[in-house]
Every structure is written in structure tokens, then in C-alpha cells.
Nanobody, 126 residues
């Protein structure tokens, strides 16, 4: 059974940091693109970052580039999202998801991610 479980969200002041974790199971971790997405109230879900170990590639949205870092622990089948210099506009529910059917580099195209975690709330106060 494919499972993705996010953790690490919380309340932080602007300028602070959080590290999100996405623990996965049920699929070949290194060969699957894992993405981080977020959805703020009243807004569409958007891609934040993705990675695929076997392709050694990462992608970041322009809004988080230089502030967020995605990394993988293949021994633990876990993907992390280190979020620094957080801003109030980063407030959202953050989800991780797996693209089990894709090949090549990871990408932020939401319809290709069919397996999702339950999400974790990140709130950044001003």
C-alpha cells in the first residue's frame, strides 16, 4: 500500500524556519518523483518543490527558490522540505505527493501526482 505521511508543520513568526518531513512507503522511493505542494485558503493548490533521487533533479517554484531546500533520505524513504526565511504568504496546508507513473525528471504538474498525504498546516505570523 502506498503511503505518504507529512509532519513538521506549525506556527512560526515571519523570518523563522520549519522543516517538513514526508515519510513514504509502498513504492521504490529512489525511482519516484516526490513533490511538495501547498494550498492556501481560497487559492488553488500549487507546486512548491519536487525531487527524484534516480534523476538527481530538483525543482523549486520561483516564490520559494533560495529559501526552501528539498532533500531525500533514501535509507528512511523520507523527503524533507527545509523552509527558511518564512513569510506570511507561505501560510498554507502543505502536502507531499508521489508520481508513480512518471519517468524522467520530476515536475510540478499536479494531475500527475496520484498519491497524496493528508497535509500539514504551516502558519507564518507577521
Amino acid at each position: 500500500e502506498v503511503q505518504l505521511v507529512e509532519s513538521g508543520g506549525g506556527l512560526v513568526q515571519a523570518g523563522g524556519s520549519l522543516r517538513l518531513s514526508c515519510a513514504t512507503s509502498g513504492f521504490p522511493f529512489a525511482d519516484v518523483a516526490i513533490g511538495w505542494f501547498r494550498q492556501a485558503p481560497g487559492k488553488d493548490r500549487e507546486g512548491v518543490s519536487c525531487t527524484k533521487v534516480s534523476n538527481a533533479n530538483t525543482w523549486y517554484s520561483d516564490s520559494v527558490k533560495g529559501r526552501f531546500t528539498i532533500s531525500s533520505d533514501t535509507a528512511a524513504n523520507t523527503v524533507y522540505l527545509q523552509m527558511n526565511s518564512l513569510r506570511p504568504e507561505d501560510t498554507a496546508v502543505y502536502y507531499c505527493a508521489a508520481d508513480l507513473e512518471g519517468w524522467g525528471a520530476c515536475n510540478p504538474r499536479i494531475p500527475e501526482y496520484l498519491n497524496w498525504g493528508q497535509g500539514t498546516q504551516v502558519t507564518v505570523s507577521s
